[in-house]
């Protein structure tokens, strides 16, 4: 058998596993063999792609967990004028996503439960002849082509600046979105004068002088006066024309003005919820429940906040994923509403009937939060509640219920309320027996702890004197 050719290949992508999983298929394709390198981030990206000129394909995840999009993702490595073949993966098909990457330049668009090692060593190949087929377009117009798929046909409103703020170029969807007649009464203005306040933009331009992106939100300035919000993404990138390097910064942004309103009207309504449960926790007769769900909402911020500071979360989680999963964790066990109180207060350990009526909980919860879940759309709130009320027993090696998830299929918030349940639930009085002390439920956790997301266990093994210590706070 020939050798295989060997491409350098960057995969851009926030799950380790999967990375592990195109590895195994680059050993298993026919002619080609993938010299995998691994970022998560937009910076660590476009820094390894300056760096390394010879990549000759990337594999791009949908979504990352810096909040990023691969749309996203790939409008600036197309704006930065690299040229090299995307290939976009992604955990759940959606045409429209589809099509708007495939027009935004990327080569092919696969699902990854779908992906064998004879797929994506099709796609490559597919994408190769794609490349070789851009070879007879004279280099200036192809550039142009590129950045033109990846910027002037895309829904959020892009722009091209100077260091200084002095714009260069804008798309349409810009145009739109400062309610503007053209592009002509902004091209040549100072970036600046578009927001509010103008300083903040500054900061910013400073701030990319060293770490080259910056995401988050901003206060625009529409024609008319108009204040507006905006999530923002800005990234330094250079061109390089006649040999020389010019820094340009580009930015790219999704109006979120009519969302932030709606989602802090339901919001509002949906924490008075989180107090009406802990009310109602009472009069249904378990009484210990009340002081259970503060708690657990007490050491899931905690976890949280020690989990937002490894390196692989701190794009994603920020203050309000741990405000909301606070929050989403005290309804967990909302489906407890609809069991018999004899099951719940039974003073002897449950036959296997009970035991399978109790599990029910989790999905009689979320049938009844359907009407607030229903429309949740992009609410991170709302997903993170439906994510625990669903799946906080749920096991990272599959055991748990009531789908057997495993691993990472369990989502994050789901596997973060799981450890503190556990823990408070041991370390609580209940009907069949006495609250046990931390010692003791530390170690039974310990003979299951292959139960857990080992990031978070080695959380709590790690710190569990704030663990004894919010339990000895007795939180009501």
């Known amino acids: 058998m020939a050798d295989k050719k060997v491409l350098k290949t960057l995969i851009i992508e926030d799950d380790p596993f999967f990375v592990a999983v195109m590895e ?14 691994h970022t998560v981030t937009l910076e660590e990206s476009l820094d390894f792609l300056d760096k390394n000129h010879d990549v000759e394909i990337i594999i791009l995840d949908y979504l990352l967990l810096d909040k990023l999009t691969g749309l996203v993702v ?13 290939i976009v993966v992604t955990g759940r098909g959606d045409e429209e996503i589809a099509v708007l990457m495939m027009k935004a330049g990327a080569s092919d668009y696969r699902i990854k439960g779908h992906l064998t090692p004879e797929l994506i060593e099709e796609s490559v190949k597919d994408a190769l002849a794609q490349q070789e087929r851009f070879h007879g377009v004279i280099e200036k117009e192809r550039q142009f082509i590129l950045k ?42 100072r970036f600046q004068d578009f927001f509010s306040p103008p300083e903040r ?8 002088q060293t ?29 390089t024309f006649e040999g020389e390097e010019t820094p340009q910064v580009m930015t790219s942004f999704i109006d979120v003005t009519k969302t932030k309103d709606i989602e802090k009207k339901r919001e509002a309504l949906y924490r008075g919820i989180m107090e009406v449960f802990a009310l109602r926790a009472e009069e249904v007769g378990n009484i210990e429940t009340a002081g259970h769900i503060h ?9 949280a906040e020690k989990l937002g500071e490894c390196e692989n979360y701190k794009g994603y989680i920020d203050e309000k994923y741990i405000n909301d999963i606070s929050y989403a964790s005290m309804l967990h066990d909302v489906g407890k509403w609809r069991t018999p109180n004899e099951i719940l207060l039974k003073p002897s ?7 399978e009526i109790i599990e029910k909980h989790p999905k009689l919860g979320a049938e009844m939060l359907l009407p607030l879940l229903k429309d949740k759309g992009s609410n991170q709130y709302l997903k993170l509640v439906e994510s625990v009320v669903l799946y906080h027993h749920e096991k990272w090696d599959g055991t748990g219920y009531p789908e057997q998830l495993k691993g990472e299929e369990i989502p ?10 556990v823990y408070d639930a041991l370390t609580s009085d209940r009907s069949y027996r006495k609250a046990l002390s931390h010692e003791e439920a530390y170690r039974i956790m310990e003979k299951d702890k292959l139960s857990y997301d080992p990031r978070i266990w080695q959380i709590f093994e790690n710190n569990q004197a704030e663990f004894s210590r919010i339990r000895d706070a007795k939180i009501e």
Not at 349 to 355: D, M
């Open 148 to 189: 033109d798929m990846a910027i002037k046909s895309s829904l959020n409103g892009v722009c091209i600046m100077d260091p200084k703020g002095t714009i260069s170029y804008l798309n349409p969807s810009f145009v739109d979105m400062w309610e503007y007649p053209s592009d002509q009464e902004i091209i040549g203005k």
């Open 349 to 355: 350990q449950l036959t296997k009937s009970e035991r």
């Open 24 to 37: 195994d298929y680059s050993y298993k394709m026919v002619d080609i063999q993938l010299q995998l390198h």
């Open 201 to 208: 933009i500054d900061e910013i331009l400073l701030y990319l």
């Open 412 to 421: 994050l918030s789901a596997r973060i309320v799981a450890l503190a349940d």
């Open 74 to 86: 790939l409008q600036h490595i197309r704006a930065k004028g690299i040229k090299v073949p995307v």
């Open 295 to 303: 708690r657990i909402a007490a050491y899931t911020r905690y976890i």
């Open 211 to 239: 770490k080259k992106s910056w995401m988050g939100e901003l206060v625009a300035r529409k024609k008319d006066g108009t204040l507006f919000y905006l999530q923002a993404l800005f990234s330094l990138i250079n061109y």
